[in-house]
């Protein structure tokens, strides 16, 4: 496995591949890896030739007052998995080799972002278009990797992807789990041993409601509501900063569920904000 830092070493690894004829999975990350990272490399590593792990923390997606600096990294046991689980080549640059100091062209999908978590994290999702689209540009992958953890993020790299006539196929993968329900995500160490142990009920409010509406219920604003009643008697600390039906691609708000119909949250739980979706299909 090799390790690139800069754009053009990647680059040029990927055109060589390329030439042979050979295909190419891209799965981009932050780094700190962990099962629900390795569900979708071990998927990319199946659909292609060469697999290609980004390892960047693309401090551009992050707001002024967000985790950026204590964002967890640990790029030697990033290595170790990503070759472990087969990986060809990581790609970890610098901040300063991705971004030029005069940087100045963004990419936005502002109708699908304003919503959700791009109403309190405003330029999240302009960092994180313009950061996938120079990944994909960089390496020229046949497939690219994502979990639907970031359903939103995923709605609108794909959006993105037709609205640019990208040539890559864009994969999602299912959440990846704790035993007790909880999402994996790197942000996960920040909880405390006592918040850590509580916070499954968010899974389970969303079981809650997707049972309400299988059993008939399919007024939204009433859905909402049992899940922000459940979060409010199992976790009375936590403060939800959103709780919406949208559909499931064009991130729309929904006020009846008469189709397939996204339910996503984002809760807070002391400094921690945490997010999960379900997909209702009713
Ligand atoms: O989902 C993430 O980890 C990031 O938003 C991504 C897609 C790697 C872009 O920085």
Not at 2 to 18: D, G, I, K
Not at 29 to 50: P, Q, V, Y
Not at 128 to 139: F, I, Q, R
Not at 236 to 245: E, G, K, L, N
Request: proline share 6%; charged share 25%; net charge negative.
């Amino acid at each position: 496995m090799e390790l690139f830092n800069t754009p053009e070493s990647l680059r040029s690894a990927c055109r060589q591949w390329r030439r042979q004829g050979l295909s190419v999975a891209l799965v981009p990350t932050m780094g700190f890896l962990h099962a629900g990272h390795m569900s979708l490399i071990d998927e990319a590593r199946k659909r292609a030739d060469k697999l290609v792990i980004s390892v960047f923390v693309n401090p551009t997606q992050f707001g002024p007052n967000e985790d950026l600096d204590r964002y967890p990294r640990d790029l030697p046991r990033d290595l170790r998995l990503a070759e472990e689980h087969g990986a060809d080549a990581v790609f970890a640059p610098e901040p300063g080799a991705m971004y030029a100091a005069d940087h100045a062209t963004w990419v936005e999908v502002p109708e699908l972002a304003k919503g959700l978590c791009g109403a309190s994290r405003p330029i999240h999702f302009r960092g994180v278009c313009t950061v996938v689209l120079k990944l994909l540009n960089l390496v020229q992958p046949d497939v690219a990797v994502f979990g639907q953890k970031d359903w939103q993020q995923l709605a609108i790299l794909r959006r993105m992807a037709r609205d640019l006539d990208l040539d890559a196929q864009l994969i999602g993968m299912p959440i990846f789990r704790e035993e007790d329900g909880l999402a994996m995500s790197s942000r996960n160490v920040y909880l405390t041993e006592d918040e850590r142990a509580r916070v499954p009920a968010i899974r389970q409010g969303l079981l809650k409601a997707r049972d309400a509406a299988a059993a008939g219920q399919r007024d939204a604003g009433a859905l909402a509501l049992m899940f922000r009643a459940h979060i409010a008697d199992t976790l009375p600390d936590a403060r939800i900063d959103y709780a919406s039906f949208v559909h499931p691609d064009s991130m729309a708000p929904v006020a009846r569920l008469d189709a397939p119909t996204l339910l996503a949250v984002a809760v807070f739980i002391g400094k921690v904000r945490l997010i999960d979706n379900i997909l209702i299909e009713v």
